[in-house]
């Protein structure tokens, strides 16, 4: 088979489970469930043979079935993943050894590094299974390889992934996926607060550095928020750690959605947030943050608009519109807020 590839997989599990009642081995020996929240099961399996396949991290089974439990790209139908639409793989390359799989689709959006990737670190923890190496995804950001070293993960643990990347492991051990779970909030905050919450700031996050999602009528934002006592920053422009503690001081936070709102993780119960959104794009994972914290929130739907670099282009993606705030009505929220 060596240059001619292998053969895409031809089926899958939906489940890690399914595949694990399936190996031959003992459940136990390839299946270590871990108690953290009794509606979503948390597990790291332990795949004799595994492969994992491209910068996502898609799982293959040694039956050569897609593990669709660990490996969901964004869509909902498993039949639809992108490795149904090879016609072949390149020749995996053997790995010994315990090698685990961290990276997965959207891996390098702080959000969903954050609430999705770390876990798994977590997890394994509790598992105490040995690990030689960490794949990851290709090209990591800064506070990737400082969240990994605060974990005690460091750079020569780490096996890059790629489009092309196709490697069997002698274990591959695959933790179950954050998903956003409660959970996954308290131990980020036991991991990476440092310093008790005192709310006292109020803060306005551009995304004037970010791609898309920026409001168009900014100065205006801006002026309106200074004039209440608003300044405006720029998490991507910090550390991890030092965001943690920026929005441990904040007592107040407007922005519009987007990951750098992950930070409200690390805000105290007292924090008031108004998240602005284009009618286009509304997501609830920042909602759900405030809720695990007692966070009281709000929310202003804008007028959403294609930024100009995308017009006329095949395909967009509606995350990206820009957002305009009625002025007036932001005012009136503030109100509501108590500003």
């Known amino acids: 088979m060596i240059g001619a590839g292998v053969s895409r997989p031809l089926d899958y599990y939906f489940w890690m489970k399914d595949w694990a009642a399936n190996s031959g081995y003992a459940l136990s020996d390839v299946y270590c469930p871990i108690a953290l929240d009794a509606q979503f099961n948390a597990f790291v399996a332990a795949i004799p043979g595994g492969r994992v396949y491209g910068d996502d991290g898609t799982v293959i089974s040694p039956d050569n ?119 996954v909030y308290h131990f980020l905050r036991s991991e990476f607060l440092s310093v008790e919450p005192r709310p006292t700031r109020k803060l306005y996050v551009s995304r004037t550095q970010s791609i898309g999602r920026t409001l168009t009528n900014e100065a205006e934002v801006v002026a309106i928020l200074q004039s209440l006592g608003f300044e405006t920053v720029y998490p991507e422009q910090h550390s991890v750690s030092e965001q943690a503690k920026l929005f441990s001081e904040a007592a107040y936070v407007i922005a519009p959605t987007g990951s750098a709102l992950t930070n409200l993780t690390f805000s105290s119960h007292q924090t008031k947030v108004l998240e602005l959104f ?48 009625s002025t007036s009505e932001l005012i009136a929220v503030c109100k509501q807020m108590g500003l």
Not at 279 to 308: A, Q, T, W
Request: net charge negative; with cysteine.
């Open 65 to 183: 079935c897609l593990i669709w439990e660990v490996s969901y790209d964004w869509g909902n139908d498993p039949k639809k993943h992108p490795i149904f639409l090879q016609n072949n793989l390149p020749p995996p390359a053997y790995v010994p050894g315990n090698i685990v799989v961290l990276t997965k689709v959207g891996a390098s959006n702080f959000y969903h590094w954050m609430y999705d990737v770390l876990p798994r670190i977590y997890l394994l923890a509790c598992s105490r299974l040995p690990v030689d190496k960490y794949v990851v995804s290709k090209d990591l950001q800064p506070f990737q390889f400082e969240t990994l070293r605060a974990m005690g993960i460091s750079e020569d643990q780490l096996i890059h992934s790629g489009n092309d990347f196709h490697m069997e492991a002698e274990r591959l051990i695959v933790p179950s996926i954050g998903f956003g779970q409660k959970w």
């Open 278 to 325: 284009s009618p286009n794009f509304i997501v609830h994972d920042i909602k759900r943050i405030c809720g695990y914290g007692g966070l009281e929130h709000h929310s202003l739907m804008g007028v959403g608009s294609r930024p100009p670099k995308y017009e006329g282009i095949p395909w967009y993606w509606y995350g990206l519109d820009d957002i305009t705030v």
